[in-house]
């Protein structure tokens, strides 16, 4: 418990890659979302990737979802073909995630997405991502840069600033914002480095890495902000 409150608690999508052999996948957590959630004031609880008939029985027992980071989309589900320096995650991924996207706002339940979890929110809601930045990827905790926040955002009213300084692990950016979905925080080079969606409660996607910056005052706000939002979500 926290203070009187019990722990909301956050679902965390796993992520998933193909076996080496080609034959089935590998899917798991980096430890990094869940002890974050749980820093900050929530119960992390991994979903496994199960059935589609799963999904409206997983938001309903959680509080709060959050969308983690991994390999690249197919394109397919923008109307383009891969390019050089793609990296797929697998279809059973992206699709699930979809679903889960979609029954999470339809329930009201808060959602977060890092990295691929903003893109996979940008091309649910229609949008399309630039499939390969060169020199872009960078190391995390090697390489940073600041990003500006618009003023009026859902980003702007919880970090508090119109500046604050990022990570960098990922090479594709969203590039058409999808329809519903309102850019909240671009880079110097005007790379959309968030998106938000007004029409939920909470729905909030940003392409860093909030998990990794322990000790920074900008992540701790959105990872408290966000948990905040997912107390007494759960019914």
Same mark, same amino acid.
């Given at each position: 418990?926290?203070?009187?409150?019990?722990?909301?608690?956050?679902?965390?999508?796993?992520?998933?890659?193909?076996?080496?052999?080609? #034959?089935? /996948?590998?899917?798991?957590?980096?430890?990094?979302?869940?002890?974050?959630?749980?820093?900050?004031?929530? $119960?992390?609880?991994?979903?496994?990737?199960?059935?589609?008939?799963?999904?409206?029985?997983?938001?309903?027992?959680?509080?709060? +979802?959050?969308?983690?980071?991994?390999?690249?989309?197919?394109?397919?589900?923008?109307?383009?073909? %891969?390019?050089?320096?793609?990296?797929?995650?697998?279809?059973?991924?992206?699709?699930?995630? /979809?679903?889960?996207?979609?029954?999470?706002?339809? #329930?009201?339940? %808060?959602?977060?997405?890092?990295?691929?979890?903003?893109?996979?929110?940008?091309?649910?809601?229609?949008?399309? +991502?630039?499939?390969?930045?060169?020199?872009?990827?960078? #190391?995390?905790?090697?390489?940073?840069?600041?990003?500006?926040?618009?003023?009026?955002?859902? +980003?702007?009213?919880?970090?508090?600033?119109?500046?604050?300084?990022?990570?960098?692990?990922?090479?594709?950016?969203?590039?058409?914002?999808?329809?519903?979905?309102?850019?909240?925080?671009?880079? %110097?080079?005007?790379?959309?480095?968030?998106?938000?969606? %007004?029409?939920?409660? /909470?729905?909030?996607?940003?392409?860093?890495?909030?998990?990794? $910056?322990?000790?920074?005052?900008?992540?701790?706000?959105?990872? #408290?902000? /966000?948990?905040?939002?997912?107390?007494?979500?759960?019914?």
């Amino acid at each position: 418990m926290i203070g009187n409150k019990m722990r909301p608690i956050i679902g965390i999508t796993q992520d998933m890659e193909y076996k080496a052999d080609g #034959k089935g /996948f590998w899917a798991y957590l980096d430890r990094h979302y869940a002890e974050a959630v749980y820093r900050f004031g929530g $119960m992390p609880m991994m979903i496994p990737i199960l059935g589609m008939e799963a999904v409206p029985d997983i938001i309903g027992r959680i509080d709060g +979802l959050l969308l983690s980071g991994g390999d690249d989309i197919h394109p397919r589900y923008y109307g383009e073909e %891969p390019g050089e320096n793609v990296g797929l995650s697998p279809d059973l991924r992206t699709d699930f995630e /979809f679903a889960l996207l979609k029954e999470a706002i339809a #329930k009201g339940k %808060p959602v977060l997405g890092i990295c691929l979890g903003v893109q996979a929110m940008d091309v649910f809601f229609g949008g399309t +991502l630039h499939q390969d930045v060169p020199g872009h990827k960078g #190391k995390g905790e090697d390489i940073h840069h600041e990003v500006s926040v618009a003023d009026g955002s859902l +980003l702007k009213n919880i970090l508090g600033a119109g500046t604050v300084r990022v990570n960098s692990f990922h090479h594709q950016t969203i590039k058409d914002v999808g329809k519903g979905l309102v850019a909240s925080a671009v880079s %110097p080079d005007g790379i959309v480095e968030a998106v938000e969606y %007004p029409g939920g409660p /909470f729905v909030l996607g940003v392409q860093w890495h909030p998990e990794r $910056m322990q000790g920074d005052a900008s992540a701790e706000r959105l990872f #408290k902000a /966000f948990i905040s939002a997912s107390i007494n979500k759960g019914a």
